[in-house]
């Protein structure tokens, strides 16, 4: 845990001086300098609590890594559609993909430094219908799996897995 701010200890420990004085009690030349340095405090512990970063609950963080995966997929997608410039360009593809590449691979960054660990790629099958054709003679027992939709056969058409 860090040590706290010294702009706050200052404010606390002047508060608790001042505290058990009842303020029906103090001369109005007291109670004047009080309210000046109170005002004063009140200000270094906005400063303190403007430098913090922004707090986000546990949703609205799921909310944002959802955006970052769904921004980086969509941007790998749309880097994907090779032009006439990328079958040109030595690298395989021309600057607006490559820039697109950069941008996903910078949420991917973000992500991780969110979440302190590497973000997981999306799946192709977890959006795209996939064939499954269970590897076995002339692709018998081939069939269409939905986004998501994982193969229940026990064993591949012909017996072997």
């Given amino acids: 845990m860090t040590a706290p ?4 200890a200052n404010a606390r420990e002047y508060l608790d ?13 007291v109670l004047l300098r009080e309210c000046a340095e109170l005002r004063r405090q009140l200000g270094q512990v906005l400063d303190v609590i403007g430098e ?10 799921a909310g944002v890594l959802k955006a970052l995966a769904v921004a980086a997929d969509l941007t790998e997608d749309r880097a ?19 820039d697109m590449l950069d941008d996903a691979a910078q949420y991917r960054q973000l992500e ?10 999306r799946a192709y099958a977890a959006v795209h219908r996939v064939l499954c054709a269970h590897a076995d003679a002339d692709g018998q027992g081939a069939h269409w799996l939905e986004p998501g939709q994982t193969c229940t056969a026990s064993t591949p058409a012909g017996g072997a897995r």
Wanted: aromatic share 2%.
């Fill in 5 to 8: 701010d010294q702009r706050v």
């Fill in 17 to 29: 001086a001042i505290r058990p004085h009842k303020v029906t009690t103090r001369p109005p030349s």
């Fill in 52 to 61: 913090q970063p922004p707090v986000l609950t546990a949703s609205q963080m």
């Fill in 80 to 98: 994907s559609v090779y032009c006439d410039d990328c079958g040109t360009s030595p690298a395989g593809a021309c600057d607006t993909h490559a």
């Fill in 112 to 121: 991780r430094d969110l979440t302190g660990h590497a973000a997981t790629p």
